[in-house]
C-alpha cells in the first residue's frame, strides 16, 4: 500500500518572537530611507518628436523615469498665425472619415510689452535672473542620448535646390555647435542629413531627440526656485534688517 503524506496547518503554533514586530518595523522604515535615498539617482528620459511632412505637422513628447512611461503629450497640427503683434497657435485634433476637423482649439500667447517689463519690481527681476541661471545647471546636467535630423527638399528647378540644400547644412552646423555646446551629448553616431529631391517639389522633417537626467538633478532645481522666490519676496526685508 503507498504511503499518504499527510500535512496539517496549525495556526496556534505561528507566533512571533519577542521583539519581532519592532524588527519588522525597522526594515520598513529602512526601506523607505533606502527609497528615497536611491530615488535621485533613477533616470528620466525626455522624448521628443517632430514631424512635419506638407500639411501634416506632429509634436510628440514623452516621459519616462527609468524604463516606465509616466506621461505622453502629443500635438497632431500645430498652426502659427501671426496678428497683431501676438502669437495665435490653433490646435487641431484628428480628422473622421469625412476629412472633418473633430476638435479645435485657440489659444492666445500676447508678447510681452516694454512697459509691464519696466514696471516690474527689482525682486521680480531678480528672481527671473535667478530662474535663467538654474535653467543654465539644469541644461547642464542634461545628457542627449539620441540625434536625429533629417530634412528632405526639393524645388522644380535643380539649382534653387542645390542653394536651399546648402543654407540647410549650414544652419544645422551653427545649431548643432550650438546644441553642442549647451548640453552634453552622449550619442555615438548622430544622425543630421539634408536629402536632396531634384525632380520635384518636397519639404520634409523629422526631428527625434531623447534626453536624459537623473531625478536628483530636477529635485535640487525644484527646491533652488522655491528658495529663491521665498528669499527674494519674503525674507529679504529680514535679511535687511538683520544685515
Known sequence: MPHILAFRWNTNTIRLAPGTGATVSMLFILLIVLSFLLLPLLPVYFDVRYRWQEKDERFQIKLYLWRGLVSRLEVPLLQWQGRNLSAIFRLKAGKDKEGKVLARRKVKVPWFKFPKVMSLSAPSVAFLWRIIQINRYLLGKVNCIRVRWVTEIGFNDPAVTGIAVGFLWGVKSYLYHHFRRVVKVDCVDPVIRVI???????????????????????????FKVIWSFIRLFFLKGVTGRAG
Open 196 to 222: 536632396p529631391h531634384f525632380t520635384g517639389s518636397r519639404l520634409q522633417m523629422d526631428y527625434h531627440c531623447i534626453f536624459a537626467i537623473r531625478l536628483g538633478y530636477i529635485i535640487i532645481a525644484g
